[in-house]
């Protein structure tokens, strides 16, 4: 058996990644809060302070995806929306994806997501969909297809699947087009 060392941190937005990960794949993600929780003092960033992160940090990544969090590990979601909504259309020309990660299917945060997505569907490549399937089964996607087709959006949907049960129904979670 013949492996060959692949330098991931030399990789590009441009390389071809069938050889190291095995087929079509979001490449290298990196997990970007939009707010940011300094544990030093205890506080979390001004949206001045975040808005400056984001421009020097995001805006010159060597990943193949910017995943902006607002699901878990997010706790100032309000602000966090703000700061997307204010700072995607500003993105310079860029050659990696961004997606953001929402909430689960049908929580009130997930509709406050919903209402961030249509203002800021047009800067981003991806929704990613937490927990996806584990109460509504393949609806939620359904549902979410469904909705981006109204919005006009040709976003494609990048479900999590976190529970034993959403593997169960996997090929169903997987059969629309909006899902990759």
């Given at each position: 058996?013949t492996?060959?060392?692949?330098d991931?941190?030399?990789l590009?937005?441009?390389?071809?990644?069938t050889?190291?990960?095995?087929?079509?794949?979001?490449?290298?993600?990196?997990y970007?809060?939009?707010?940011?929780f300094?544990?030093?003092?205890?506080?979390?960033e001004?949206?001045?302070?975040a808005?400056?992160?984001l421009?020097?940090?995001?805006y010159?990544?060597k990943a193949?995806?910017?995943?902006?969090?607002?699901?878990?590990?997010?706790?100032m979601?309000?602000?966090?929306?703000?700061?997307?909504?204010?700072?995607?259309?500003?993105f310079?020309?860029?050659?990696?994806q961004?997606?953001?990660?929402?909430?689960p299917?049908?929580t009130?945060?997930?509709?406050e997501?919903?209402?961030?997505?249509k203002?800021?569907h047009?800067?981003?490549d991806?929704?990613?969909l937490?927990k996806?399937g584990?109460?509504?089964?393949?609806?939620?996607?359904?549902?979410?297809?469904?909705w981006?087709v109204?919005?006009?959006?040709?976003l494609q949907?990048?479900p999590?699947?976190?529970?034993?049960?959403s593997?169960?129904?996997?090929?169903k979670?997987?059969q629309?087009n909006?899902?990759?």
């Amino acid at each position: 058996m013949t492996t060959s060392f692949v330098d991931l941190s030399k990789l590009t937005a441009k390389d071809d990644l069938t050889p190291v990960l095995g087929g079509k794949w979001p490449g290298i993600q990196i997990y970007y809060p939009p707010i940011k929780f300094n544990p030093l003092d205890g506080t979390y960033e001004t949206m001045e302070q975040a808005k400056y992160r984001l421009q020097k940090h995001a805006y010159k990544t060597k990943a193949h995806t910017v995943l902006f969090d607002l699901e878990d590990g997010c706790r100032m979601k309000e602000m966090s929306r703000k700061l997307l909504i204010e700072e995607l259309p500003k993105f310079p020309e860029r050659d990696f994806q961004i997606a953001v990660r929402i909430n689960p299917f049908r929580t009130a945060e997930y509709e406050e997501d919903l209402k961030m997505l249509k203002k800021i569907h047009k800067y981003i490549d991806a929704i990613v969909l937490a927990k996806a399937g584990e109460v509504y089964g393949a609806a939620e996607i359904r549902d979410l297809s469904s909705w981006l087709v109204s919005i006009g959006s040709n976003l494609q949907i990048q479900p999590i699947i976190e529970h034993p049960k959403s593997l169960q129904i996997a090929d169903k979670l997987m059969q629309y087009n909006t899902v990759q």
